[in-house]
């Protein structure tokens, strides 16, 4: 597997004082915005907010309370919108696959650059659409969180440290990869 995609979790210890480029945020954005999209219909769209800046403060403002203690640490905070279309159930499902390609774009995008990216639903969408005007054929689906770990974990608080400690597993391949029929594995998978 590529490094990248190895070496990419969901970090929250993140470094407080660090701070990211306007050039490599704009990478990171771009990286999305370059993402595959249904139909190229290009219904993505970001909110971006660098730490100190008054979009920024916005963006920690609507987080929920998971996320208000470490994700304000981030030194980018980028809310990722897409075409709201109920009334069209094929677009409604592809602005959201689309979305998810942006995100995970920008999250390795951010890891190549030595940031570390964090997908969040945890926040106010309600509030976010009335803080930057979103309008209504738009919904914010994912909010960002792009930041540089600390390099001493030891000086982390201890609910954000304990949780970036906990191990992360997946269901194995087997579980998940089938040929021939639903449930029988398509690989012999040695581990997960
Ligand atoms: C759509 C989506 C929403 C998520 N929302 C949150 C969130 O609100 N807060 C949080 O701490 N992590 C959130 N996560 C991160 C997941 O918890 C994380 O990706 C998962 O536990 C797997 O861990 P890993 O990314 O380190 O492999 C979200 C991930 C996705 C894809």
Not at 164 to 178: I, K, N, S, W
């Amino acid at each position: 597997m590529h490094e990248l995609i190895e070496g990419r979790w969901s970090a929250r210890g993140y470094d407080p004082a660090a701070t990211i480029s306007v050039a490599n945020l704009t990478t990171i954005v771009d990286a999305g915005r370059w993402a595959p999209t249904w139909g190229r219909m290009q219904p993505v769209r970001f909110v971006v907010g660098r730490r100190g800046d008054a979009t920024f403060d916005a963006l920690t403002g609507v987080l929920t309370r998971g996320n208000s203690g470490w994700a304000p640490r981030a030194a980018a905070l980028v809310l990722v919108c897409t075409t709201d279309r109920p009334d069209d159930p094929k677009e409604h499902t592809y602005a959201a696959v689309d979305v998810g390609l942006a995100v995970s774009q920008m999250i390795l995008q951010a890891e190549a650059l030595g940031f570390n990216g964090h997908p969040m639903a945890g926040f106010d969408a309600a509030a976010a659409t009335a803080a930057f005007d979103i309008p209504a054929d738009k919904r914010p689906l994912v909010l960002l969180g792009i930041g540089a770990l600390v390099e001493d974990t030891a000086s982390l608080p201890e609910d954000i440290r304990d949780r970036d400690e906990r191990p992360r597993t997946r269901l194995t391949l087997d579980e998940v990869a089938f040929a021939g029929r639903w449930g029988r594995p398509a690989f012999t998978a040695p581990d997960a």
